[in-house]
């Protein structure tokens, strides 16, 4: 198995009460939280952007605004259009 060969664990991880990466990658969080809202909703709460914006800054929430709307519009695109497989 390739991922014993290069040195990976290959029994799964066990469950713990919340992802570890929660609190070790803030950034990470925001990206997460900021593309569920906006496939959600379509838009971000005042305190999501806010937040967005303290952990990415402008530019960055600006490129997750913009892979998220782009992605929308691919499936939607791929829905219509009846694209398979």
Do not use: N
């Amino acid at each position: 198995m390739r991922a014993r060969r290069v040195g990976r664990r290959t029994e799964p991880r066990p469950r713990t009460a919340a992802p570890p990466w929660r609190a070790a990658y803030p950034a990470d969080r925001a990206v997460l939280e900021a593309a569920r809202e906006l496939l959600r909703t379509g838009d971000l709460t005042d305190d999501r952007f806010a937040a967005s914006i303290g952990a990415l800054g402008q530019t960055r929430l600006y490129e997750v605004i913009t892979l998220v709307g782009y992605h929308r519009l691919l499936a939607a695109q791929l829905r219509v259009l009846r694209v398979d497989g």
